[in-house]
């Protein structure tokens, strides 16, 4: 059974870093684009970052471009989000997302891990 679980939410100031991480289990993860998306408290969930299979294609939804970089392990079989000058409106529930290449939606989806921004 295929599972991803998220970790490294946390509380942090504004302009400070967190890194999250995704380990996946019971799937080929090599086989799989990995994405990071979020849902910000009373929004809809939003796409944030993805990568393809072998790392080398990456896109980011424009508010975080040049300060989150997706990046991901598969000799690990995770998947990161480091976070940098983090602002209050990054604040949100952030999930790790799979999918499959064969198929056109994420399949597999984590629990979600909670980052809070102070200002």
């Known amino acids: 059974q295929a599972q991803l679980v998220e970790s490294g939410g946390g509380l942090v100031q504004a302009g400070g870093s967190l890194r999250l991480s995704c380990a996946a289990s019971g799937l080929t993860f090599s086989g799989y684009s990995m994405a990071w998306f979020r849902q910000p408290p009373g929004k809809e969930r939003e796409f944030v970052a993805s990568?393809?299979?072998?790392?080398?294609?990456?896109d980011y939804v424009d508010s975080v471009k040049g300060r989150f970089t997706i990046s991901r392990d598969n000799a690990k079989n995770t998947v990161y989000l480091q976070m940098n000058a983090l602002k209050p409106e990054d604040t949100a529930v952030y999930y790790c997302a799979g999918k499959d290449l064969r198929f056109a939606a994420y399949g597999y989806w984590g629990q979600g891990t909670q980052v809070t921004v102070s200002s």
């Open positions: 990568i393809n299979w072998n790392g080398r294609q990456t």
